[in-house]
């Protein structure tokens, strides 16, 4: 491609002549990506697609800038970019930083950042050269987390660290709906509000512009699509279309369930060998997680079913259709996104009397915290039994306390020794 042409299209993207909004501010993000340059290491943004990894990306640049870094020292490529062409190779990476330094004249060592690189076959040798001779900071992002994971395992083993995006917390979406919880008095005073808006985030998600937008339905779709397309069908060369769109839609339908790969090949008629490829693809995008049953052997905990969990609440109930009866699953949904987002190593726990722990907690070698999802607690029989589930895993781990997770209700009661603190979701999610 010729040079002027390449300056061209990164003068788009990059602040050398003009300003970029970069929307609000993900503050915690910024931070992990700062942290991880001054150790010295590559910094790797994951996520699923429009989860904000390159807003975050130019979140921090600007933010850079603002402290005192010459912007000609930062470069931005996008490589979802059209203009580059189909066929990207290391060649183009290399031809774009070799024009960026020749027309821009760096004066100090650059940032680069490069936003979706796994579409360049080989990028990995190309950071881990820049890496290695100290010639720039290195920021990377992708939407593939085995991509990603298997290139850093061959070239950029101890030189990187991963930082995991997700669609917004429900402390972001507070903030991005004005309401921003500092205090507990905060909490106190926007109490109402708080509550009004827990019902969107379980409605519509939170995937930053879909928060934004008014048109949320037809946005979420259009993600769901296109998440299948380009992170699955095209990345991994998929030609059995109906079958894979048949499988995803059949794990957004059942969320927070056991699922097994040979109960599926009966209902779906698709082989074994299929569902298990098509599953691993669909996590690979960040789509779907596959949460195994917590087991000392590892024999165990694969040959036991795994509940499937989904990137975002609003992104299942556009395409599932169905959201007021389903208001448990949905929650559980949630309280398993934020646990991973904190950074848990979370499993579900069931007994052989078939009682069960939505989540069990692992901290080394011990499990540390039990919790249980139930939405209502009108029902007797309903309230019993996840107690009892509940009780099952506390004393299985000998847990002094437990938690329950409702819609409003909260308080703290004694069972047979063990608390169980009751706590109300929008609560436990601003914890």
């Not at 909004?21 to 503050?27: A, K, N």
Request: hydrophobic share 40%.
């Amino acid at each position: 491609m010729e040079k002027a042409r390449l300056i061209e299209i990164l003068s788009d993207w990059n602040f050398w002549d003009k300003e970029i909004t970069t929307g609000i501010e993900r503050r915690t993000y910024i931070e992990k990506v700062n942290n991880a340059l001054k150790s010295g290491q590559v910094a790797t943004i994951v996520g699923a697609r429009r989860s904000g990894k390159s807003t975050i990306m130019k979140q921090y640049l600007k933010e850079i800038v603002k402290n005192g870094v010459n912007k000609k020292n930062t470069l931005f490529v996008n490589f979802e970019d059209p203009r580059f062409g189909a066929d990207l190779s290391i060649e183009i990476l290399q031809q774009i930083y070799e024009v960026y330094i020749e027309f821009l004249e760096p004066d100090g060592k650059p940032y680069v950042f490069l936003d979706e690189v796994q579409h360049i076959k080989g990028w990995e040798k190309f950071v881990r050269s820049l890496h290695e001779r100290d010639a720039a900071y290195s920021i990377v992002s992708g939407s593939s987390s085995k991509l990603l994971s298997e290139e850093f395992g061959t070239a950029l083993t101890g030189r990187h660290i991963t930082i995991q995006v997700f669609p917004l917390g429900f402390d972001e979406f507070l903030k991005f709906k004005g309401v921003e919880i500092k205090t507990n008095l905060d909490m106190i005073s926007h109490r109402h509000a708080i509550q009004r808006f827990l019902r969107e985030y379980m409605g519509f998600g939170a995937f930053p512009k879909v928060v934004l937008s008014e048109d949320k339905s037809s946005m979420l779709r259009d993600y769901y699509d296109d998440i299948l397309s380009k992170d699955v069908i095209v990345k991994h060369g998929i030609k059995s279309h109906g079958k894979l769109m048949a499988l995803s839609k059949f794990y957004i339908t059942n969320i927070s369930s056991p699922v097994s790969f040979n109960s599926i090949k009966g209902f779906l008629d698709i082989p074994l060998h299929t569902i298990e490829r098509f599953s691993y693809y669909l996590s690979y995008s960040y789509l779907f997680f596959f949460v195994k049953k917590h087991a000392y052997s590892l024999k165990e905990q694969e040959k036991n079913p795994r509940k499937v969990y989904c990137i975002d609440a609003g992104l299942r109930n556009a395409i599932s259709f169905r959201v007021s009866e389903d208001m448990g699953k949905i929650a559980e949904n949630i309280v398993f996104l934020e646990l991973t987002r904190r950074g848990e190593e979370v499993y579900y726990w069931k007994n052989g009397r078939q009682r069960e722990t939505d989540f069990v907690i692992r901290k080394g070698m011990k499990i540390a915290q039990a919790i249980q999802v139930c939405w209502s607690l009108d029902d007797e029989k309903t309230k019993k039994r996840e107690i009892e589930g509940l009780m099952e895993a506390m004393r299985e781990f000998e847990l002094e306390k437990g938690f329950m997770i409702t819609e409003d209700f909260e308080g703290e009661e004694m069972v047979e020794g063990r608390k169980i603190i009751y706590m109300a979701l929008w609560k436990w999610l601003l914890e």
